[in-house]
């Protein structure tokens, strides 16, 4: 018998919250892909934002992402950041 556990709806609408807070805190780069937050432990998450990399040329059209921006982020019950490493500073609008 195989039991398959599922995280709750609430974990997962905190690793959403904690995801847009990063964003919000570094901005929108440019290739903008995506943000995702995994919990690794406690109240701790790992944030990797994701951008587009364009890898065409004249035979074909690849596109894949790349992970530019990478933290470890401590956060409360509601995912408000409390602490990164590293600190996340604004550099997109």
């Known amino acids: 018998m195989t039991t398959t556990i ?7 609408k905190t690793d959403s919250v904690v995801a847009e807070s990063v964003i919000k805190k570094l901005g929108t ?9 995994i919990n690794v432990f406690g109240n701790w998450y790992r944030v990797n934002v994701y951008t587009n990399i364009d890898a065409s040329n004249e ?10 921006f990478s ?7 509601e995912g408000n950041i409390l ?11």
């Open 29 to 37: 780069p440019p290739n903008y892909f995506k943000t995702k937050a």
């Open 59 to 68: 035979e074909r059209i690849i596109k894949r992402s790349s992970i530019n």
């Open 71 to 77: 933290y470890l982020v401590e956060a409360d019950k």
């Open 83 to 93: 602490d990164s490493k590293p600190e996340i500073i604004k550099q997109f609008e």
């Open 6 to 12: 599922e995280p709750s709806k609430s974990k997962v």
